[in-house]
């Protein structure tokens, strides 16, 4: 488009108006950094020197500790079995030619949409049943019901975007189909599959809701941060925030580097 | 012998059948269960207290108003910003997708913390504004609807931007050139162009912003500090300290009803929409 001066200064605008935008978004995890390393006993802004104390403290609890290990334990397995349940389901969803698929589609986006704290309570009546409240593998399970759509969404933008012919090309001279889908088509769609996995990672990892429900005495680490901040809002859960942003941004980095920024196009349908 | 295509199908319900029965046994039971133990006893009086009773018709309303606070305020800033994206540099690409993101991936209770340190009486704003002599008394900014906004509004902000920034890149370029060689003025282009046909992603956006606001828990919960009461926070409540299940099912039944209801409408909407760009 030709530079006219109103436009000039339409787009200026729009840019300070995208950048405070954007200073609104980082804000919040930018403040938590300072905090962390705090030498104040208490929580104050700014802070008066440097300190380790509260890195110190989150790595020498063990109950710190334990809470984390155990969402990283929760969140493995929840990648583990969304990837290895929702890369097949996408397959039938995206190929299937039957006439009720759309309906199996509603299905495996529903947990987006149904209020999480519904399913929530009602896995935990039948948990509460099947004394699973504090397995660490019951959560997982339950996350990765909300995990599925995620990868469905991805996984199944890829599978549409994939030539079928180069299948069936490798099924003509000779392969099955199970080894055209495992050497062909899967390795093709590595990149929205490693975007899934991390989104599948990252999504158990923070959840809170379920993991309330469902964690008993056994707290995953969003658990232990809601009762922290409810109690007390000390700098320990800034340090707690900190690991957990610049573990955000690796996966992110690693996503952006060998997912192919699939990752804009997952919310986009 | 069953032909190729049929075969084909075997195979594909075959290989979607364990995450189907996972969603069955793990999702589509315990939601329903939960939903059937409203009317357990036989009688329709907790479905009636949840609808008619003022008290709770009070916390749906005012759950459907921050939900549709949030999805205004949400749409008013992720339409500029998406615009931008969509025509932004590579390097400006690059840089707003990771301000957008980052945040996106990191733990909402990261978030609400870290919005507690910064609106809090003693918080980082208020310290800030006091010290630079702006104000005498510190600024109620937590605990109450405002700051309730802000958190909600930085979680959600991403779910509206994406859509509508897929939908502003699906527009081919040619129409906005065509209306331009033909002496549109910018803003004209603009309104009849581009503004038509990204309204499937601001429908897209707005859909998934208001359902998931609506269901909303945490961060009210910790935020509003008692003042603002959601929906789901009752629901919690019922369970947690009343042990009173059969209503917790019913209000479960009003959201997921109110919830299902929106987002079947607001996606009518687009359909009628895309029907008449």
Not at chain 1, 131 to 150: D, S
Not at chain 1, 161 to 190: K, N, V, Y
Not at chain 2, 237 to 255: H, I, K, T
Request: aromatic residues 10%; hydrophobic residues 55%.
């Amino acid at each position: 488009m030709p530079p006219d001066r109103r436009g000039g200064i339409g787009n200026w605008l729009l840019a300070a108006f995208a950048t405070l935008v954007f200073i609104f978004l980082m804000l919040p995890l930018l403040v938590v950094f300072p905090i962390s390393f705090s030498s104040a006993s208490y929580l104050q802004f700014p802070p008066p020197g440097f300190s380790w104390q509260w890195y110190q403290r989150y790595f020498g609890d063990p109950d710190w500790i334990d809470s984390t290990i155990r969402s990283f334990q929760i969140a493995a397995l929840c990648t583990a079995l969304s990837m290895l349940l929702g890369v097949p389901l996408s397959f039938l969803l995206v190929r299937s030619r039957r006439r009720g698929i759309w309906l199996l589609d509603r299905l495996a986006a529903a947990p987006i949409i149904v209020p999480t704290i519904i399913l929530s309570i009602g896995l935990y009546s039948i948990f509460a049943r099947l004394q699973l409240i504090g397995e660490w593998y019951g959560i997982a399970v339950a996350h990765t019901v909300l995990a599925l759509p995620f990868v469905m969404i991805l996984v199944g933008a890829g599978l549409r975007g994939f030539d079928e012919s180069q299948e069936q090309a490798a099924i003509g001279l000779g392969a099955s189909w199970a080894t055209a889908i495992l050497r062909i088509t899967l390795p093709q769609l590595r990149p929205s599959m490693i975007s899934a996995g991390f989104l599948a990672f990252i999504s158990s990892f923070d959840e809170l809701v379920v993991a309330m429900f469902l964690s008993g005495a056994e707290k995953t680490l969003p658990k232990k941060m809601f009762d922290n901040i409810l109690m007390e809002i000390d700098p320990t859960i800034a340090a707690v925030s900190v690991t957990q942003i610049l573990l955000v941004a690796v996966c992110l980095g690693l996503t952006t580097l060998f997912g192919k920024g699939a990752l804009a196009t997952t919310l986009s349908r | 012998m069953s032909s190729p295509a049929a075969r084909r199908e075997r195979a594909l319900l075959l290989m979607g059948l364990p995450a189907l029965l996972l969603l069955g046994v793990l999702f589509a039971w315990p939601v329903l269960r939960l939903l059937s133990m409203s009317v357990e006893d036989g009688s329709l009086e907790h479905l009636q207290r949840a609808v008619l009773d003022d008290l709770y018709l009070a916390v749906l309303f005012d759950s459907l108003k921050i939900a549709g606070f949030v999805t205004v305020i949400c749409l008013v800033i992720a339409y500029p910003l998406a615009f931008w994206l969509s025509r932004a540099s590579k390097i400006g690409l690059a840089l707003g997708m990771f301000a957008l993101l980052l945040p996106f991936w990191t733990s909402v209770l990261v978030r609400t913390y870290a919005w507690m340190v910064l609106l809090g009486r003693s918080g980082v704003i208020n310290r800030m504004l006091r010290d630079w002599g702006l104000i005498e008394s510190p600024l109620p900014l937590l605990h109450n609807l405002g700051g309730v906004l802000i958190g909600m509004v930085h979680v959600l902000l991403p779910y509206m931007v994406l859509p509508i920034y897929a939908a502003l890149l699906r527009i081919d370029p040619d129409l906005p050139r065509a209306a331009e060689g033909l002496g549109a003025p910018r803003s004209a282009i603009f309104r009849r162009v581009i503004l038509p046909l990204s309204l499937p992603g601001v429908a897209a956006g707005c859909a998934l912003v208001f359902v998931l606001s609506l269901g909303f828990f945490i961060t009210p919960a910790l935020l509003g500090g008692g003042r603002v009461i959601m929906i789901a926070m009752l629901i919690e409540q019922q369970v947690r300290e009343l042990l009173d299940w059969p209503f917790a099912a019913a209000l479960s039944v009003v959201l997921l009803a109110v919830t299902l209801a929106i987002y079947a409408a607001i996606n009518r909407l687009t359909k009628g929409a895309r029907l008449a760009s």
